[in-house]
């Protein structure tokens, strides 16, 4: 159970670690928030399939924003670097 644990506690470190970036008005502060709900809103869970399958969609979201950071960056070398007539 520590185990699970201490992966929840890195992936919540994670998630607020990527809302630093996060676009939007408000942007960061709005998903540093949603993301401390939703791990509030679980935390009395002691179901280690369920805790297994949260943690799971905690990663998916994780790889999302990834890909969204991504795409900013790869859209703003773009845009700096294209050849425009």
Known sequence: M???RSKV???YKHLQ???REYPGQNGPQKFRKQ?????MNHKDESDPKKIVALLAQGR???K???ALYSLKKYRTVKQRYSYNE
């Open 2 to 4: 520590s185990q699970l």
């Open 9 to 11: 506690i890195s992936l």
């Open 17 to 19: 670690y990527l809302g």
């Open 35 to 39: 993301i401390h709900d939703a791990f």
């Open 60 to 62: 998916y979201l994780a």
């Open 64 to 66: 999302e924003v990834e």
